[in-house]
């Protein structure tokens, strides 16, 4: 059955069936804050223990990279912040245009990160076997370093694995916008994947300090 | 209850507009070295610029001024749960060695 925007009826009003949905989403984000506040715990942890090594393993990764994703992933937020706003409003053709814009902008963030792990793959950052800091590196410092980037490619990873979730609900949202099934009236998996696409941003705009700018100077 | 709270585009662009302007600062501000001054500066004003973008992004494109109280305090939850275990991991692991 699909949904159209008719009241069910355990709610009295549509606002309170509206703000029954927002705030399903707003739990599953708080489990989502959670999951990911574990690895900023460790990241936490292992840094204020090797201040030093984690500060030289974060000069490796290319800051360049990381400020342009952080404006792509900000402005992907925008676009996706008006395709609430279409829905609202009832324009469909910008609603499935500001979709598009989101997806495109999700997909270059996507892009730009495989050519920075490309980077570290080809420097041999990449925890492992074939792993090595620098030339010549000592054990405890490939150890150290190594434990950097096995919280780099974790965070950065599950990341970039939410991202992928995301494209492939935007991509949902984009065909279901195609057949006009979202209005003033019903809009609401339009809000809720905003509401997770604004979470992954947040995600990315705590990374970006700590990963690839706290040491920089 | 009050109708739906339809929040308008300039709004929306405003707050992108000073999303950029922060995230501009905060790449100025890691290429300087902060620490000379005080000992982890660095940290606090990127973490502080990171914060105060976060709140823009939920105030005003999760609608979180606009959401009825319930919500926020779904959202103040997930912060205070946050808060607890990084701060009681964290004078676990900086007290061990007081013993």
Redesign the interface.
């Known amino acids: 059955m699909h949904r159209t925007g008719e009241l069910f009826g355990q709610y009295k009003?549509?606002?309170?069936q509206?703000?029954t949905a927002?705030?399903g989403m707003?739990?599953f984000?708080?489990t989502e804050?959670?999951f990911f506040?574990?690895l900023?715990?460790t990241y936490?942890?292992n840094r204020?223990t090797y201040p030093d090594i984690f500060s030289e393993a974060s000069k490796t990764i290319r800051?360049s990279l990381g400020?342009v994703n952080?404006?792509v992933l900000?402005?992907s937020?925008?676009t996706?912040?008006?395709a609430v706003?279409s829905s609202?409003?009832g324009k469909k053709k910008l609603l499935t245009l500001f979709l598009i814009a989101t997806l495109a902008l999700g997909c270059v963030f996507l892009g730009i990160k495989a050519i920075e792990y490309h980077e570290k793959y080809v420097e041999h950052h990449i925890p492992g076997w074939n792993y090595q800091f620098e030339p010549n590196a000592d054990v405890a410092t490939n150890a150290h370093t190594q434990l950097f980037f096995s919280l780099y490619f974790g965070m950065t990873g599950l990341h970039a694995l939410h991202m992928i979730v995301g494209a492939g609900l935007l991509i949902w949202l984009i065909k279901e916008s195609l057949r006009g099934r979202f209005t003033p009236e019903y809009n609401t998996p339009v809000e809720n994947i905003?509401?997770y696409w604004?979470?992954v941003?947040?995600v990315w705009?705590?990374l970006?300090?700590?990963l690839?700018?706290?040491?920089?100077? | 209850?009050?109708?739906?709270h339809?929040?308008?585009?300039k709004i929306?662009?405003i707050?992108?507009g000073t999303?950029?302007i922060c995230?501009i600062l905060?790449?100025v501000a890691?290429?300087?070295?902060?620490?000379q001054y005080f000992p982890g500066l660095?940290?606090i004003v990127?973490?502080t610029?990171?914060v105060f973008?976060?709140s823009l992004?939920?105030l005003?494109?999760?609608?979180a001024k606009y959401?009825?109280k319930?919500?926020q305090l779904?959202?103040i939850?997930?912060?205070f749960?946050?808060a607890v275990?990084?701060f009681m991991?964290?004078s676990d692991?900086?007290s061990r060695p007081w013993l």
């Open positions: 009003t549509m606002e309170q509206r703000e927002a705030l707003w739990i984000l708080s804050v959670l506040g574990g900023f715990m936490t942890l204020s800051l400020a952080t404006v900000i402005a937020s925008l996706m912040a008006m706003w609202q409003t905003g509401l604004h979470f941003d947040i705009i705590f970006f300090p700590l690839y700018l706290i040491d920089r100077h | 209850m009050s109708e739906h339809i929040v308008s585009p929306y662009f707050i992108f999303l950029m995230t905060t790449v890691a290429e300087i070295d902060l620490n660095n940290v990127a973490l610029i990171a973008k976060a992004v939920v005003f494109f999760m609608h959401s009825p319930r919500t779904v959202i939850a997930s912060i749960w946050l275990m990084l991991t964290m692991y900086i």
